[in-house]
């Protein structure tokens, strides 16, 4: 079962609490009688391995392809599809 701990004596021995609850333990917090936190453990996180996603996704061809000169209405603009900014 958790151990109760009150609030004085937590912030007065919180490093050895961390170190129990890094073991393993669930330590609440209580003020008064009234339990108000608890300390729990952290499942690590798995590692992550690089590339694990090769292959899953898909994107438009285009998507990495340079912006394609456009031309206005009048012929006057030669920038990118989404702005007026003009290309070489």
């Known amino acids: 079962m958790d151990e109760i701990v009150p609030v004085h004596a937590a ?10 609850v890094e073991a393993g333990e669930v330590i609440t ?8 936190a608890k300390l729990v453990p952290i499942a690590p996180k798995a590692k992550r391995e690089f590339g694990a996603m090769r292959g899953k996704s898909r994107s438009a ?4 392809s340079p912006y394609r000169r ?7 603009n030669n920038g990118c599809d989404c702005c007026s900014i003009p290309m070489r």
């Not at 912030?11 to 129990?20: E, N, P």
């Not at 917090?29 to 108000?36: H, K, L, M, S, Y």
């Open 70 to 76: 456009t031309s206005s209405i009048a012929g006057v």
């Open 11 to 20: 912030k007065t021995h919180l490093s050895q609490l961390l170190a129990r």
């Open 61 to 64: 061809r285009s998507f990495s």
């Open 29 to 36: 917090i209580a003020r008064g009688r009234t339990p108000v």
